[in-house]
């Protein structure tokens, strides 16, 4: 938790997050005073999630420095045009009671209904840009990215920016690892992070992973959150409950080369159960 990865403007982050999608606004103060008491000092929140006031109260209630503490959120997926961009930014530094975010990306290059399209919204994805990169020069942001960027979106920022997104955060975990934009993302020397790390729990349901945790005496969480560390990646598993949150630190093990191969080809997963309908995951919203 206290391990970083470097952002390519310098900026130190915090090499695990405590992810708080689901988490109600009502709930999300205790997680983050949980989790900072635990040593967690990333927490990944997003305009959409609805609870950045909640993880204003918690950053508050923490008795961590501010500046010891790695805030994200995420631009909402809708806002494809300057204006809106820019007035959402001041809603989330509003909402979060903070002079500056340490990180701010836009949520989806498409908006959640559009999820999957083919309209990849190159002209609106560009607009959010440039507020973001506003924001960035006025010391609002210490860093901006994107998040399910596919290459073509990437391209549309990288050749027309004036800063370069600093991070793609995709969904990535055992048996969905996107190893093309993976490569490819690290190239342009832009951090990924791993969302969804444990497939929202769906991994707990698959006996190969089942069968490699136990043969490393951890949990499948720990086992997943530690594929994803040893690809260079930077996951973001979520949870409530602060014997999961201690739980999903305690990677300090290491992953043979061969038991990395088998998990990197473990069968995909296609069912993400209650969660299938959510356009991330393959989902259509209605
Ligand atoms: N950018 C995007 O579009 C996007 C999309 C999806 C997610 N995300 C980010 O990624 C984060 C994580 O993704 P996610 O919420 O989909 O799923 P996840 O982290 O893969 O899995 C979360 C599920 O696993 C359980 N869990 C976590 N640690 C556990 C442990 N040690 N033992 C037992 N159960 C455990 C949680 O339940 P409990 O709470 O009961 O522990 C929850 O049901 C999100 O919160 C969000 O910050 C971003």
């Keep these: 938790m206290i391990l970083t990865y470097q952002l390519s403007n310098g900026i130190e982050i915090p090499k695990l997050g ?17 989790a900072v008491k635990i040593g967690y000092r990333h927490i990944d929140t997003a305009q959409a999630y609805g609870n950045e006031n909640g993880v204003s109260e918690g950053i508050k209630a923490c008795g961590v420095n501010r500046e010891d503490l790695f805030i994200t959120t ?3 997926a809708e806002v494809k045009s300057y204006e809106e961009a820019v007035s959402s930014i001041n809603q989330s530094l509003k909402a979060l009671n903070l002079d500056y975010i340490d990180l701010m990306i836009i949520h989806s290059p498409q908006p959640w209904m559009e999820f999957g399209e083919e309209d990849r919204f190159f002209e609106g994805n560009r607009e959010a840009w440039r507020a973001l990169e506003e924001a960035y020069q ?20 990288l050749s027309n920016c004036t800063v370069k997104p600093m991070v793609n955060q995709i969904l990535a975990h055992i048996s969905n690892t996107p190893f093309d934009l993976i490569t490819y993302t690290q190239a342009q020397d832009i951090l990924v992070e791993a969302y969804s790390p444990i497939a929202h729990g769906e991994l707990f349901k698959n006996r190969k992973v089942k069968a490699i945790a136990e043969k490393y005496d ?9 594929y994803t560390l040893q690809l260079g990646l930077l996951p973001l598993p979520k949870t409530v409950n602060p014997e999961h949150m201690r739980d999903n630190a305690g ?3 290491t992953i043979s080369d061969e038991d990395m191969e088998f998990l990197k080809n473990v069968e995909h997963i296609e069912d993400y159960g209650e969660a299938s309908h959510m356009p991330v995951f393959g989902g259509k919203l209605k």
């Design 18 to 34: 405590l992810g708080t999608w689901m988490i109600d606004n009502e709930e999300a103060a205790q997680a983050v005073v949980e």
């Design 74 to 76: 995420k631009l909402a």
């Design 138 to 157: 006025a010391g609002k942001l210490r860093a901006i990215g994107v998040s399910n960027f596919q290459k073509e979106d990437l391209d549309n920022i």
């Design 218 to 226: 951890v949990s499948i969480p720990q086992l997943s959150i530690r």
């Design 251 to 253: 990677v300090d093990f």
